[in-house]
């Protein structure tokens, strides 16, 4: 588990979150690890919950969880927050980049990225943290 500082403190990972995200629709049945270690059930609501603010925090519109397969239904959504809810439901790349989406893996990439660096009480890039 990504504990830091003699494990007094949490840290999100982009791995984490992948296993989270490859999980989702089955999550409350359990949640593998990285190293096969099965995550302590009660923490699984609060990996959910944190991953959902983080999913909406990255985009402009907010995630409320899955709503059917169809694409069309996720196109408000922007192309790091569809990158991830590809992910999700299990959609290859090749689905995005036929809906116009390049670079899919960089911005799968970046897309976690910023959500553990939401979670993880890093500024979005460019914010001026001297007034906040």
Known sequence: M???????????????????????ARIYEGLPMLHGDEVNPFRIAEYKADF?????????????GIRGLDFAGYRPYNKLQQAVIADILG??????????????PQIRGAAYHSMCDRLNGIP????NTRFN
């Open 91 to 104: 959609w290859p790349d090749t689905y995005l980049e036929g809906s116009g989406i390049r670079r899919v």
């Open 52 to 64: 959902d603010i983080a999913l909406s925090a990255i985009g402009r519109r907010r995630w409320a």
């Open 2 to 24: 990504p504990w830091v500082n003699d494990y007094t403190e949490f840290q999100y990972t982009a791995g984490l979150l992948r296993v989270v995200a490859k999980n989702y």
């Open 124 to 127: 979005p890039h460019g914010t």
